[in-house]
């Protein structure tokens, strides 16, 4: 399974955002994919996820009201769509997929995109 992640960027605090996740390759073998962040000097952090039976999703509390994963089948991507940012929201993003395990564990997650940085300016 590939992952390519896109749409990071600078934006400015309070303002919207919305990263992309394709997934290619052996994407019936995917039930779940994820969202991880990394902050420089920083572990790699739970952000949130979708199953893709039923569309469910789970969130870490720092973003819950204001990120949303949602999920398109038809194109195998995954979108989060991060909305009143923060500075602290500053980060690069990774998606992920194939978890196995704690869904809020980085190393529970067996495919992983490149990562985009978003950074969140005061």
């Known amino acids: 399974v590939q992952l390519q992640a896109s749409g990071g960027g600078w934006v400015q605090t309070g303002t919207s955002l919305r990263l992309s996740c394709a997934a290619s390759g052996r994407t019936f073998s995917v039930y779940a994919m994820g969202w991880f962040r990394q902050a420089p000097g920083k572990q790699r952090e739970f952000v949130g996820s979708?199953?893709?039976?039923?569309?469910?999703?789970y969130y870490t509390d720092s973003v819950k009201g204001r990120f949303t994963i949602s999920g398109d089948n038809a194109k195998n991507t995954v979108y989060l769509q991060m909305n009143s940012l923060k500075p602290e929201d500053t980060a690069v993003y990774y998606c992920?997929?194939?978890?196995?395990?704690?869904?809020?564990?980085?190393?529970?997650?067996?495919?992983w995109g490149q990562g985009t940085l978003v950074t969140v300016s005061s």
């Open positions: 979708i199953n893709w039976s039923g569309g469910s999703t």
């Open positions: 992920a997929a194939g978890v196995s395990g704690r869904i809020v564990l980085a190393n529970s997650w067996s495919y």
